[in-house]
Nanobody, 120 residues
Framework: QVQLVESGGGLVQAGGSLRLSCTAS????????MGWYRQPPGKQRELVAS???????NYADSVKGRFTISRDNAKNTVYLQMNSLKPEDTAVYVC??????????????WGQGTQVTVSS
């Protein structure tokens, strides 16, 4: 059982910044990757950024150069630094953890989501 707790969302003006955090707790054997997804109203969920156990990162084209994902392995925490925010970034941001148990079984966990609203 793993729980993900997100924080850092809020209301910000265009051009501003926010820093999201997601902390995993519970029984964690091996984390393959952690990342952030978002789902704007009326649109499909999309991957925003992810980071693997070996610190390989992946970003959506729409956020490259503006967002930075990082990890603190000691705290089982992933961060998303969001700069130069645009109204199009408005969405619920959801944390994701992908990992394996001791037998190699793959599993995923999701947070509850945190609202990010960017005003014009």
């Amino acid at each position: 059982q793993v729980q993900l707790v997100e924080s850092g969302g809020g209301l910000v003006q265009a051009g501003g910044s926010l820093r999201l955090s997601c902390t995993a707790s519970g029984s964690i054997f091996s984390i393959n990757a952690m990342g952030w997804y978002r789902q704007p109203p009326g649109k499909q969920r999309e991957l925003v950024a992810s980071i693997t156990r070996v610190y390989r990162t992946n970003y959506a084209d729409s956020v490259k150069g503006r967002f930075t994902i990082s990890r603190d392995n000691a705290k089982n925490t992933v961060y998303l630094q969001m700069n130069s925010l645009k109204p199009e970034d408005t969405a619920v941001y959801v944390c994701n953890l992908a990992g394996r148990d001791s037998s190699g079984q793959v599993y995923e966990y999701w947070g509850q989501g945190t609202q990010v609203t960017v005003s014009s």
